[in-house]
Each structure stands twice: as C-alpha cells, then as structure tokens.
C-alpha cells in the first residue's frame, strides 16, 4: 500500500446539534438525479464534535464527564477485539497492524441499516444483544463513546469518520439517516461507474487520515454500497525517549542491528503466563501496551492459545514500577482481507444475497461482497501516528508493595505484539516481528509454507498427537460453515461433498463417517489466501510472500518444473516448486508433508503474471 503525508489545513470543529430526519428537506432524502458529472452527491454533512485541547486540563477533563463510555458498549468492544484480533494476527508471518475500533465502527453503523438475521448477527459478532434487546440505543452509545476520546490539536489528534455511498438509483430510509448522524456519519449518493466516484472516495480517505493513507480504490457499475469508516491517531510520549543502536532477534534467530527508543520512567508493569508487560503512557491520555514474551516461550504460541489475544490485549493493571524500556521504533504499512474473519465471528447473512436485508439503510436490495482495511504506523522518537481505512462494499441480489531499588529493565529485543488504546479501547493492536522491515513495502519473512499458514482459517486446528509429533484433524461440515457461512449450492456422493461458495468452491472427501481431506478453490478477490494472498496479485508479490532461493536468478524456462526451495528437518519435508508450460510459468505450488503421509499443499494458477485461482488441499494419504 502506498502512503503519503502532507500538511492539511485544521479541521473545522463546531457543535453539532443533531437534526431529525424530518427536519430534512424531502429533496436531500430522495434526490433527483442518477448521474453526477461532478462526483457523489452529499445528502448528510455532520459537523464533527468539538474537542478540548489536551493543554486545557479542565475542559479535557469536562468532555470526558460530559459523555460516559457505557459499559455494554465498553464489553463489547473488548469481546470484539480479541475475538477479530484472533482470527487476523494469529499466526503471523508479517509485521501486522489492525485498528479493531475502525472495523467495530464500520459494522455497527452497517448493522443500524439492517433487519432481520444480518443485524441480529452483527449485534452478536458485536457483544451487543443483549444491550439491544434491552431497549439500548448503539448508535448513541458510539457518538458519546468517539466525544470521549476524541482529540483535535495539531500534534495531539483522534479523529474517527464514516462515510457510506449509497447507488444512485436507490433513496437512504430516512430512519438511517438519525443513526449516521449519531455517530457523526456523512452519507452520499453515487454512480459507482463513474470514476469520479472513486476519486472522491480517495480524496476523502486522505483527508480524514491527514494524508497519512492514501490506499488504491477502485469502484465498478454493479457496486450499490459502500461503507468506510478510518481513524486517525497522532501523539507524542509522556515522558522524554532517547535514540539509540541495539539488536534484535527476529523468528528465525537471526540478529539485525535497528533504531531503538529508550526512556526512563515509571508505569505499569506486570508479569504474565509466559510474557512481561509495560503500559507506556502518552499524550491525550493514551497508553501503548507491549508485551514481550520470554525467550523460552515466545510470540506465536502466546497468540494462539486459548484466549491468548484477549489476555494480551488486556494483561492487567499491574503495578508502577520504575522502569528503564527499551523498545525498536519501526513503521509499516498492513492490508486485511476481512471477509473470513467476519464469517468466524458468525457475520454470515449479510454476505448471501438470500439473507441480506439492507432495508434499513436503502430501498434497493444490497448484500456484502467485500471487507478490507488498510492500515500504517509508524512509531519513533517523536511518538505515534497510526490510521486506519476499513471498506465494506456491497451489490445488488443477484507483585504488590514492593518497593524496587533499581528500574526494572524492560529491553524488547525479539518480536513482541502491542496495543495502543484510549481510555481502555483498543485503538491499534499488532505484532513486530522485524522493526527493521522497509516501510511501505511487504513485510513477509520469506519462510516456507507451514502448518501455521493453514490455521489461516480460524475453525481449522491442527491436532498434536501423544508423541508429540502434528497430525492432521479434518473439518466437517459444521467447520466449513461456521468459516464460510452457508453455501449457494451443495453436491454429494459416495466420495465427496462439494459446497459452491461466491468466491468458488470447498470440496470434503469422505473417509466413512469422517473425512480424509479438503481443498478450497478460490476463484475471486473476495477471499484472501495463504499471507494475504488474493486473485489478481502479482507473480512477483507471490514469490516475496515465500521462500525462494532462486530469488534474483533468471527461471529456467527449459525445465517442465523448477525447485523455489526444498527442505527437511526430519518429521517435515517442505518444498516449493514453479511449472512451466511452452516456456510460460503456469503454476507455482508450495507444499509441507510429515512423516505419516499427510500433506498441507497450495497451488496458485498463474496467467500473464497473474494470479487466477488460489487450491488449497490438505489430505491424508
């Protein structure tokens, strides 16, 4: 993802005195034109609420007092948090930046559009049931929630939106109209053939992140919807942080020299199940949590066990130590495929064209066909700024009282997660891997595939027999939807179950009552695959996502199929390789196999230095 800063002119802030819908002239709900020369046509502008300055300690203290987070909203989102922070940075093979708060925003402001099962999921997926069955008014809870945090100086800033374009040819329902306006959300109508469209959406990206986000979008005749929402974070440290030169040891027990930030002061600290934590204070009342696991255990297994993320996010409240920390400063660009995640966490109906009930929102029909978010961070010796984008886009149907006489040393030299939050909500969460990684540019570790990359799907596990070595455990049905949702079509014989799916196709071969294998076609870019892989990606980004000793060498055409990397470590055997056909690269196959006949194989179908369809197989021989 490319990224740009430039100055912008302040945002204008104003009280905002919220209207009703019938308060709005009838021409604004309706509209009268299905084209737009100039672009989409605006029909709600809030005014943005009015922040404190952070130097102006009694009115900072005053807006926070004026607008109480509530607790149901408060649960929720740090249910939300860990469960979605799961399912995308679980196991990771990258830098990884996620902003839970930007995607949280983004479905409830969907989920105030819908009726019937698509909103009682996403209140679900959202922690929010019960709250709403309780007569409470979300959307309300969520403008009262971002007037609590919101900061609005120059080198102090939070600042949430929202925008939704709506198809031209469709009219919002003017009970929506209420609900954007709560959470201070702007609503147009646009022709999304028209490329003004997307230069619109560009625009209005890069001036609610201060240019910091600048992401490429693209809009087609078919679309009818899309909801964006993006938060922008800007804040300097506490407390004085000093440069300095260290090591740092990356996953593969490789040492790097990088820039490191270092400060002496006291904050919070504690000692978890395998990790120690510090709660770094900044301006604003912000804080950024890093946990560095211990040498013994480290990052990965800490994030995949059971509830590992939420404990992370969360570690506790520790005690104040004096602290000497030392931690690298790095920068980095992530983009999500959002889409499988969402299924994990029970958001289904929204996704079918036979569930789907927008009708909330809009007169026409409209169902989700795409969720993503970019985001960048960069954190140095002047502070933090962080944004986030998440897009949703849519078409028709078709140790306490010890006192410590020397600091406590917190030196985080190996990869470590983080989590920057406001007044406890999460904001930003993610791991690093390696700081030293170019920002801007992918940040893959080029290792071998691995079981891991097949936990990419959240309900696959991998099972670990009584001699310690990993076996293979094959979803049933029930995995495939709870991943999935539920399919357009299902075939059935004596040897397979097929499921058709809008991105393609997932297929279970039987072994009696149980199943010996399964292979997931990916024919769209609806669906990401292994390391955020996706249909339309580069063969050059496919081969930085993994391992390649040919790297920088010329392929050799006159061979029928080349070795990217071969490898074994006794109960593994990893290999990638590249098949040509008439000297034209055709496909690319990465595969891990064990000791007892079981293999975990991806293929990617290459045309004109495309990717056209991603097979996952895994199978028992």
Request: charged share 20%; aromatic share 10%.
């Amino acid at each position: 993802m490319k990224t740009m800063k430039r100055s912008l002119l302040p945002l204008a802030m104003a009280v905002c005195l919220l209207a009703s819908s019938a308060a709005l002239p009838a021409l604004m709900l309706c509209g009268v034109s299905s084209a737009f020369a100039a672009g989409p046509e605006a029909v709600f502008l809030p005014d943005a609420p009015v922040a404190a300055s952070t130097g102006d300690y009694i009115a900072f203290r005053a807006q926070k007092a004026e607008n109480p987070i509530a607790g149901e909203l408060l649960a929720g989102i740090m249910r939300f948090t860990g469960e979605s922070t799961a399912a995308l940075l679980g196991t990771p093979s990258k830098n990884l930046c996620y902003s839970p708060l930007s995607l949280y925003y983004a479905l409830l402001l969907a989920a105030g559009g819908t009726r019937g099962a698509a909103q009682a999921e996403l209140y679900a997926a959202l922690g929010l049931t019960d709250a709403v069955a309780a007569g409470a008014n979300p959307a309300g809870m969520a403008g009262a929630l971002y007037r609590n945090i919101h900061l609005g100086d120059q080198d102090c800033a939070l600042i949430i939106a929202h925008a939704v374009w709506l198809h031209a040819g469709y009219s919002y329902n003017a009970a929506f109209l209420d609900t954007a306006a709560a959470q201070y959300g702007e609503l147009y109508r646009a022709d999304f053939g028209d490329a003004a469209t997307a230069g619109h959406m560009s625009h209005w990206v890069a001036e609610k992140t201060r240019g910091l986000l600048n992401p490429p979008i693209t809009t087609k005749e078919d679309q009818r919807l899309a909801i964006f929402n993006t938060v922008y974070l800007k804040t300097p440290w506490l407390k004085p942080v000093f440069s300095a030169r260290r090591t740092f040891t990356l996953l593969s027990g490789r040492e790097i020299e990088t820039d490191f930030l270092r400060t002496d002061l006291t904050a919070p600290y504690g000692l978890g199940d395998g990790y120690a934590w510090a709660r770094l204070p900044l301006e604003g009342g912000l804080d950024m949590t890093i946990v560095l696991p211990d040498e013994d255990t480290g990052l990965l297994p800490l994030l995949t066990r059971q509830g590992g993320a939420q404990e992370l996010i969360s570690p506790g409240t520790g005690y104040l130590r004096k602290l000497h920390a030392e931690f690298p400063q790095f920068a980095f660009d992530t983009a999500f495929g959002l889409e499988t995640a969402l299924y994990a966490l029970g958001v289904r109906a929204a996704f079918s064209p036979a569930a789907a009930d927008f009708s909330g929102l809009a007169d026409g029909p409209v169902y989700l066909t795409a969720a993503r978010q970019d985001t960048h961070i960069t954190v140095d010796k002047t502070g933090i700024e962080a944004a986030a984008l998440t897009q949703l886009f849519g078409e028709a149907m078709a140790a306490p009282g010890q006192k410590e006489e020397e600091p406590i040393r917190f030196i985080v030299n190996r990869p470590f997660f983080f989590c920057i939050a406001a007044e406890g909500i999460p904001l930003f969460v993610g791991v690093v891997l390696d700081p030293g990684a170019p920002a801007g540019e992918a940040t893959q570790s080029a290792q071998p595939l691995a079981l891991s990359d097949f936990q990419y799907f959240p309900h696959f596990q991998i099972a670990t027999d009584n001699a310690g070595e990993q076996d293979f455990r094959f979803p049933g049905l029930e995995v495939v939807t709870a991943n999935f949702g539920q399919p357009i079509r299902v075939d059935e014989d004596d040897y397979t179950v097929a499921l058709t799916y809008p991105f393609g196709d997932v297929a279970l071969a039987k072994a009696g009552d149980t199943f010996s294998g399964i292979t997931i076609r990916i024919d769209t870019d609806a669906l990401a695959g292994p390391r955020g892989i996706r249909v339309g990606d580069s063969l050059e980004t496919l081969l930085a996502a993994f391992q390649n000793d040919r790297a920088g060498e010329a392929l050799d055409v006159q061979n029928d199929e080349i070795y990217l990397y071969q490898e074994s470590d006794g109960a593994f055997q990893r290999f990638g390789s590249a098949t040509f056909i008439a000297g034209e690269l055709v496909t690319v196959d990465y595969n891990v196999s064990n000791s007892y006949q079981q293999a975990c194989w991806v293929s990617f179908e290459i045309r004109g230095g495309m990717i056209t369809q991603i097979r996952w197989d895994v199978y028992s021989a």
